[in-house]
Every structure is written in structure tokens, then in C-alpha cells.
């Protein structure tokens, strides 16, 4: 999943992705990308559990806060499930994979009856402020190198064509 941000507002948490209501794991929760409470990218998903860490539940944050409202941010989540070491977030075309708990093979598949949102969670609860633009949701995981070109071809200074 990715997608480029422009914050408007520090408010938090804001969810940028989302396929669920939020709150705790359940077997209903499904997925969300979202700006933490502590300004980081954060990705949750989940099959199961009722705290995050239980088995069916995973939460990824990143390291590098996000709190400025000037610059736009590419940010990517790679969720491989064959294991956490090969689940990543990145920011700006960098691995910036910080916490995590749960285990993602023990994640089944996280469906739910929500709808797919940009910009709040399914019940409008934790609004993005700012722009959001070219959202992505692949079902390959994709390589840090295809991420950092991502980032590099589609960034305001776009470093792989000059003139």
C-alpha cells in the first residue's frame, strides 16, 4: 500500500488507508495505514486478537516522524507474509521500519463488510487533513529498490529524467 501525503493539520492519529473502524484487533478489523499519535506511519492489520501483539493481529510503525505541513511524503508499506523481517515501511523511497508486534503469519485473511476509505477510517473517525494523491494497493510485494524508483520518478524534483 502507498500513497503521497501533503499534511495540512498535526492533528492525530489520522488514517490515510482504511479498510476498517479502527480501535482494537478483532476478526472484523481489517486493515489501516494512518499517521500515529506520535506523527509516524503506522500500519495495522488483523485476522484475530483483542490487544495488538495477540496472534491474528500486526502493527508496524515506522521510525522517522512526519511533522512538517510544507513537503509532500511518499510513504509504502510492504507486508510480505512469509514473515515480519520482510515487512517494511517506507518513507521517501527509505526503509524506515521501526516497531513491531505481532506476528504476520499468524494474520489470516483480514476481510470485513467495510468499505475501502482515503482519508478517514470506514466510520469517519480519525480525518487526514492535507492532500492526499496516487494511492496505491498492490497484491506483489514490492522491492526496495521498485519503492525507491517509485519515489525518485514521482517526487516534485524528479531525479530520473533531466533536461
Not at 495505514?33 to 506523527?39: C, G, R
Not at 500500519?43 to 509532500?72: E, H, K, P, Q, V
Amino acid at each position: 500500500i502507498g500513497i503521497w501525503i501533503k499534511r495540512s493539520s498535526l492533528a492525530k492519529p489520522q488514517a490515510l488507508v482504511a479498510k476498517t473502524n479502527g480501535d482494537l484487533p478483532s476478526s472484523e478489523y481489517g486493515y489501516l495505514l494512518s499517521i500515529d499519535y506520535n506523527q509516524f506511519p503506522h500500519f495495522n492489520i488483523a485476522s484475530g486478537g483483542t490487544n495488538w501483539g495477540d496472534d491474528g493481529s500486526f502493527s508496524m510503525a515506522g521510525n522517522l516522524a512526519i511533522s512538517d505541513t510544507t513537503d509532500w511524503h511518499y510513504i509504502f508499506v510492504v507486508i510480505d507474509r512469509s514473515g515480519n523481517n520482510n515487512c517494511r515501511i517506507y518513507l521517501d523511497g527509505i526503509d524506515r521500519t521501526g516497531n513491531i508486534s505481532g506476528d504476520i503469519t499468524k494474520v489470516s485473511n483480514a476481510t470485513n463488510s467495510c468499505n475501502l476509505r482515503l482519508g478517514n477510517e470506514n466510520d469517519a473517525n480519525s480525518p487526514f487533513y492535507g492532500m492526499l494523491a496516487e494511492a496505491t494497493i498492490a497484491f506483489t510485494c514490492r522491492t526496495p529498490e521498485w519503492v525507491k524508483l517509485s519515489y525518485m520518478n514521482q517526487k516534485v524534483t524528479d531525479e530520473l529524467i533531466r533536461k
